[in-house]
């Protein structure tokens, strides 16, 4: 038995990192899962890992930054499991790492484009879902910088706070359809996303952290899984760090 068994939930992002341990997680506790990612070999790798764990997922294919591929993304996940009970929004990109003043014109937009117009569309699409189904879950993946800032990210910074806004909105525009939405802060964590810091900057990084190192995927799911669960059944509109104290100092 688990705590998300005959349930359905899509991921997006899910060939890797923080998203793949989401939807590990999700299957383990028996949700049937729609890995998506714009990346379809590690989709479709995580497809295969979480079966060999003992689950059950399928790979779709979408660029979350792009409205029609998200609308039949959830028609898919519909199409493929019958109904949609469980998103988690998770795909996201860093971006270019510079002052505001000289931020690019297309890195503000390409980020924005997938942190926050992505995440927006997933929520548009599944909530009219869920609404058919009578009611659902979802979690919304921002970042520490939902709250505090990120120096040379101002594109990150203000996409990941505008996605804390909005999960506050549908948590206080559907809490009587039976739908709750809820934000997730993770501080930094190791991912391929951070493959690209050097040593340096990692030791830089890790030393942001009052725990004294960066955090795990897996300590993410725990969070988000929880957050996705009947567990958490009175929770809505809210944003939850899980930052090994970053946001404390
Ligand atoms: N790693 C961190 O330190 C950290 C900290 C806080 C928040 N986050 C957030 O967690 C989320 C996942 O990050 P991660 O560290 O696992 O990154 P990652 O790079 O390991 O994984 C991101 C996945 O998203 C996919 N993706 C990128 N653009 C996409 C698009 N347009 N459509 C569909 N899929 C797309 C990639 O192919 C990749 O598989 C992001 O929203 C990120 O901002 C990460």
Redesign the pocket.
Known sequence: MGILDNKVALV??????????IAQSYAKEGAKVIV????EE??NQAVKKIRAEGGEASFVK?????AEQVEALVKSTVEIYGRLDIACN?????GEQELTGNYSLDSWRKVL???LD?VFYGCKYELEQMEKNGGGVIVN?????GTVAAPLSSA?TSA?HAVVGLSKNIGAEYGQKNIRCNAV??????????ESASGDMKDILIAKHPMGR??K?EE?AELVLFLSSDKSSFMTGGYYLVDGGYTAI
């Not at 998506?36 to 990346?39: G, T, Y």
């Not at 979408?62 to 792009?66: F, M, R």
């Not at 802060?185 to 951070?194: D, R, V």
């Open positions: 997006t992002g899910a060939g890797s990192g923080i998203g793949l341990a998506s990612d714009i990346n590690h989709g979408a660029d979350t930054s792009n998770n795909a996201g990109i860093g484009s997938v942190n992505g993946i921002a970042s520490v910088h990150y990941k802060g993770p501080a930094y964590i190791e991912t391929p996303l951070l960066l955090g995927s993410v």
